[in-house]
Every structure is written in C-alpha cells, then in structure tokens.
C-alpha cells in the first residue's frame, strides 16, 4: 500500500488512512472507506482541502474483498456472510446449529500475516441471526500471491467451520432407579426439561423403568424404535463403568460402545454407546443438577445427528473442567 496526502478533489477511488471526524467529535468517515464523488462534496462541506488516502498497488488486493474470499472458503452448513467494517467478514448461522471447528486448520490459517479468523468454540450452540466467526484482514489491503495460498489452502483441506443444522431435533428419555423409574422421573423431570429448552424446540419421548438389565434393555429398545437424535439415560445409581447394569443394557440392545470416561468435571463417568447411527448416553449424576457438566458439552452436534468419536470426546479435556 502507498499512503500519501492529497488533494480532497482528487481522492475519488482511494482509501481513506484514518478516520475522519467533524470538529465537534462526531465521525464523519471511518478508516478504509473507499471515497467517492458523494464523500468529496461532503468534505469539502466540512471545510477539507487536504485528505490522507492510500491505494492498492499491484499484486494487492483490498481488506474487504479478501475477507470475503476467506469467508466464503472457510465453512459450510447454514449461514450467511456479512460484511462488517474495517475490514471483518462475519458468519451468522441462518438456522438453530450446531458449530464445527477443525482446530488444527484454523491454527494454520491463524498463523498467516494477513488474515485471521475467531470462531465460536466447538460444539457451541448457536441461534438465528448469532454470529459464529469473523474473518478479519490486515488494513486496506493483502498480498495476493498470500490470499491465493490461503484460499487453495481452504479448498483442498476445509472447512474449517460447519454450521450443522438441528432441524427437528428429538430426545428419548430413560429414567431408571434401583426400586421404581417414577422415583428417577420426579427427580430428574424438572432439570432435564430445564437443560433441553436451552437448545431449539426439543421433541422427548420418556420412559421409567427398574434400573435391571432386561427392563432397561427392553425400554431402550422401545425408545430406539422412533429413531431419536439422542437416547439418555438417567439413573439415580452412579455404575462405575461399562459392566454395571447400565452398560450391559446398552450391549444388549445392540450398542457399540464408543467411549467411557470423559476428561470433563463433573461427568467424567459418561458412557457413550450408539446403536447404529442413534448415539445412547448414561451420565451419572449430571441430571441431577442444571449446572454445566459434560452432556452440555456433547448435546449440540448430537442433536444435529453428528456422530462423536472417542477422539472428540477426548479432546474436550482442554476447558473441560466446568467448576
């Protein structure tokens, strides 16, 4: 970029340096405006001879234009992409989602001179009209040798982000005890509703039975049959792993255990299992309480029918203590 001082008359076209203010305080023009015919007359209203403006050069291309090339690359899933001031091009999801970050891509991308990106945390939830990442650019202008790796980069190895949708999103519910599943109910009911309507309108199917293997196995079996996003489990028990009765039940419908343990306090003793695409999950102690634990963590991209491995499960250890 070549910055210089010119002549208000003549700064049609150019970038604006610096933002430019009326005597009593107020902005007038804001830093990286592109000037035109309009803004001279209003400049010269204003008693301006004299402007400081730059302009690209060749090879350069300008702050907003890049931005929106990164924007443009960089996801995928419901969103829109706005273009803000200085230089900042930000995502804004179009519908309820659930938000998809590959760290490690956006660690590379983020190591870059000339472009960055903030984005909303890994499996956030994210609301109509919620912004999820902003793409911002080094002032008025990048290299475009830089802006063409970047965006090759993007579109041999991207997405970095998803926006995945959560369109009519459903929970089975299995609340189980040693003595009656009415007792695990009324526990249980009032923080369960509590922790769902954070999210979009959440359709439940809810069931109590005897916390036994072949009771709980025949319940989850019935939940499995209307194919919900997600199945838990809440048991007023805490099992201690996979052969407690909990864990044999989810083997005897079928499950495949996809994780147990999770490095996240409180909910370290969350089971993971899914029975072909619908994922069941027993967490023991965390209905029991509204406070953050680790089904908040994983409720999102399950509810978007995005299936968790035990690798994801394990990278939530970094931020996973909630208390």
């Known amino acids: ?53 730059t302009e690209l050069e060749d090879g350069e291309i300008g702050e ?49 001179a000339s472009v960055v990106i903030a984005t909303s945390l890994n499996f956030s939830f994210a609301l109509p009209g919620q912004r999820i990442a902003t793409v911002k650019s080094a002032p008025f202008a990048v290299s475009k040798s830089d802006l063409d790796g970047l965006v090759n980069m993007l579109k041999d190895r991207g997405p970095i982000l998803q926006a995945r949708p959560m369109r009519k999103p459903s929970v089975g519910i299995l609340y189980t005890d040693p003595l009656s599943g009415e007792r695990a109910r009324l526990m249980f009911e009032s923080i369960m509703r509590q922790r769902l309507d954070h999210f979009a309108p959440v359709a439940t199917t809810a069931l109590s039975c005897i916390e036994e293997e072949t009771a709980v196995a025949r319940s989850l079996q019935h939940l499995l049959r209307s194919k919900p996003s997600v199945i838990l489990v809440a048991s007023t028990t805490a099992p201690a792993g ?76 970094h931020g996973g203590l909630l208390i």
């Open 1 to 53: 970029m070549k910055a210089q001082t010119v002549d208000v008359k003549t700064s049609t076209g150019r970038i604006l340096c610096c933002t430019v203010f009326r005597p009593g305080g107020k902005k007038l023009l804001g830093k990286g405006h592109l000037i035109s015919e309009e803004d001279i007359r209003v400049l010269e209203s204003e008693g301006m001879d004299k402007i400081w403006v």
């Open 64 to 112: 907003d234009d890049a931005v929106c090339a990164v924007a443009s690359e960089m996801g995928c899933g419901c969103y829109e992409i706005k273009l803000g001031a200085g230089g900042r091009a930000n995502l804004i999801a179009t519908e309820a989602c659930c938000v998809l970050v590959d760290d490690d891509l956006l660690k590379q991308v983020n190591c870059t």
């Open 242 to 317: 996979p052969e407690d009765v909990i864990g044999r039940a989810l083997v005897r419908t079928g499950g495949q255990m996809e994780r147990f343990l999770a490095p996240v306090e409180p909910g370290n003793l969350m089971l993971l299992s899914y029975k072909d695409d619908i994922p069941m999950i027993s967490a023991p102690g965390c209905f029991r309480s509204a406070k953050a634990n680790v089904v908040d963590l994983v409720l999102p991209p399950l509810l978007a029918r995005y299936r968790v491995s035990t690798w994801e499960i394990a990278c939530l250890g």
